[in-house]
């Protein structure tokens, strides 16, 4: 199939942006918990729709007094907390555009996005992305105010906005329509300079609208409990925003968390509970690995790989039915299932907080088996594919018909079409504006309406998408064979003692990879199989993990054919990071920066 399309499921809206909904559900329904947030002692306490629309009001009132005036762009460097939300809907309240830095930029990126996006002010959250901004701050004229959150920013703006009138704001607001400038987010720049992606209040409120329409279940919790999620996702990555969106369009109560270690995020998801969570593959697979070595420690290791194999078997057979191939689980799968979801499931989802049956993924893609898993455990995660020019999910697998190792349907009111060379188009309410001030870039991707990805991909009988790899990231060996890296990547990543792994081969006799291995995991193999433990310097040349490694690089050919094959591999010595800027803030793989950090053992790989 070449295109399909889903109709739309609501209107596009005709009047009013983004902030008038903390308005509007503070009159009907003043009461109502809105958000959660922590308290200096790390206690949860609830946030009411009135309590909520008063500190943006307030906020906003702040930032008039403080100078921000309509269409002003102000710069957010934070990480995922409470203020960000407050400063976002603030800031579209007095028609002012948002402009999300991710908190871990270096000093350049930081003056690139300020410069091209000639903010007016800045927002930072710590002392440290004050010394960022002002080691560049002479570079940016236009620059004029900079607040600090860990400073009293928050309250140091509601007290400069005592004397302004409410009704200043409400001008503001009302002057807002659809096709005003939301925000302006940054491309990660896996391939160049990051670009500012031009993002209106309609692009955000048809993607919020939709996804809160068509994913119902997710966003309304069956139980007598409020539905809820903890984000902690970046804020500054355009999945995280449009969820936030999301939950406050949907009345769905929100929390914050800024850390995704497990030691910070576990005690958050037991306090809050929330019904539905959003993440990205790595956080599945951390679950996952992470209970997988829980159950090897207690001797448990047979039994928890029996329950993984039945829940994949049960979600298979419920998938099967969705789609009229099969009559689902037979009486005895449900009874070892039933077995298995108190002696295992249950504690996955106790991990996650005890609530959670809906996740949302994004960003890569996810293992089938692995969504299996989570399925039939108990959490149905929908996965789904967009970009930031598209605000997020363009696509995504519908919950009553969920095919597994796909990124799902178009969402309502968008179509996908598959060009001649396999690159995946987008056309729909939520695809962007353009490129700030780059009308040749714009150009380059945008025609009639169409969103050229620059990802290759496919679409069944049945208009799922599956993505196969990058048009810029083809690889084409001195042999003339054209291979996707993706596909070997993912492969090999699924294997538990590896973190990354990046296939390299271009203008090059063969395809070969560079490995980096999960410090944790490697850990624990070694404890299990009681070996000492091993400094960084000595896995790389450790027999047994090549061994272990190996096994997972021949598991991986086995989906390609053997010219696409990887004929050797090297271990190293520590992951890929994003401060090494071998990483985007998303974690996608900076190629060419990560070959030329690690030439010299590209070099010895074709020795």
């Keep these: 199939m070449r295109e399909f399309t889903v109709p739309p499921l609501t209107a596009a809206p005709h009047v009013g942006g983004l902030a008038d909904a903390v308005f509007d559900h503070a009159l009907d329904d003043p009461e109502r918990v809105a958000l959660g947030r922590k308290d200096a002692e790390g206690r949860w306490y609830d946030v009411t729709s009135a309590v909520f629309r008063d500190e943006v009001l307030a906020l906003a009132r702040g930032l008039l007094a403080q100078g921000v005036r309509f269409g002003d762009r102000v710069a957010i460097m934070s990480r995922t907390r409470y203020e960000w939300t407050l400063f976002d809907f603030a800031l579209w309240s007095v028609g002012a555009q948002p402009v999300p830095l991710y908190p871990t930029s270096s000093a350049e990126q930081i003056y690139w996005m300020m410069h091209d996006a000639e903010v007016s002010a800045c927002v930072v959250e710590d002392e440290d992305h004050a010394m960022t901004v002002g080691s560049v701050i002479g570079r940016l004229p236009r620059l004029g105010r900079l607040w600090q959150l860990d400073a009293g920013a ?6 400069a906005g005592a004397a302004v ?3 200043v704001v409400h001008r503001h607001r009302t002057a807002v329509t659809p096709d005003s400038v939301a925000t302006v987010i940054y491309t990660s720049g896996t391939t160049g300079r990051p670009k500012g992606c031009v993002i209106t209040h309609a692009n955000l409120m048809f993607e919020a609208d939709t996804v809160l329409a068509r994913w119902e279940p997710v966003f309304r919790d069956r139980s007598d409990a409020e539905a809820s999620t903890l984000l902690f996702l970046p804020l ?3 999945f995280g925003r449009m969820i936030e ?7 769905v109560k929100l929390g914050h968390q800024p850390v995704l270690q497990a030691s910070a995020l576990l005690p958050d998801l037991a306090a809050f509970r929330p019904t539905f969570i959003l993440a990205v593959p790595y956080i599945f697979e951390k679950v996952y690995h992470a209970a997988r070595r829980k159950a090897e420690t207690e001797d448990r290791a047979g039994a928890f790989d029996k329950a993984v194999e039945v829940a994949v078997r049960y979600a298979e057979a419920l998938e099967q039915r969705a789609f009229d191939l099969g009559p689902g689980p ?9 077995f298995f979801d108190r002696a295992v499931y249950g504690r996955i989802r106790e991990a996650m907080g005890g609530r959670v049956r809906h996740a949302m993924s994004g960003g890569s893609a996810m293992d089938r088996r692995l969504g299996l898993f989570f399925a039939g455990a108990g959490v149905r995660v929908y996965e789904g594919y967009g970009l930031t020019e598209s605000c997020a999910a363009a696509t995504a697998n519908p919950p009553e018909r969920t095919r597994y190792g796909t990124v799902g349907q178009p969402i309502p009111g968008t179509s996908v079409h598959i060009a001649e060379d396999g690159e995946v188009w987008l056309r729909g309410g939520h695809v962007f504006a353009g490129y700030l001030g780059d009308p040749k870039a714009t150009g380059a991707v945008l025609s009639e ?4 990805t620059g990802d290759l991909g496919s679409l069944d009988e049945d208009g799922y998408l599956t993505i196969t790899g990058r048009k810029k990231e083809i690889l084409v060996t001195s042999g003339g064979k054209s291979v996707s890296p993706v596909v070997l990547e993912e492969r090999v990543r699924e294997h538990p003692l590896i973190a990354q792994c990046i296939v390299v081969g271009n203008d090059r006799p063969y395809v070969a990879a560079l490995v980096t291995v999960d410090q944790e995991a490697v850990d624990h193999w070694l404890a299990i199989r009681r070996k000492p433990p091993l400094k960084a310097a000595e896995l790389v040349r450790d027999p047994d993990l090549e061994s272990e490694i190996r096994r997972a690089v021949v598991a991986a050919n086995t989906a390609v054919s053997q010219a696409e094959s990887i004929r050797t591999f090297r271990i190293l010595a520590h992951p890929f990071s994003e401060a090494e800027g071998l990483l985007t803030p998303s974690l996608k793989l ?4 990560i070959e030329a950090a690690y030439a010299v053992e590209v070099a010895a790989l074709y020795r």
């Design 449 to 452: 309406g169409w969103l050229a």
């Design 236 to 238: 500054s990555h355009v």
């Design 154 to 159: 928050v309250e140091e703006l509601y007290a």
């Design 165 to 167: 009138d409410d009704e």
């Design 245 to 251: 969106i999301a939950a406050v369009r949907g009345r």
């Design 590 to 593: 900076k190629r060419k920066a």
């Design 330 to 338: 037979s009486a005895a799968l449900r009874m070892q299932h039933q």
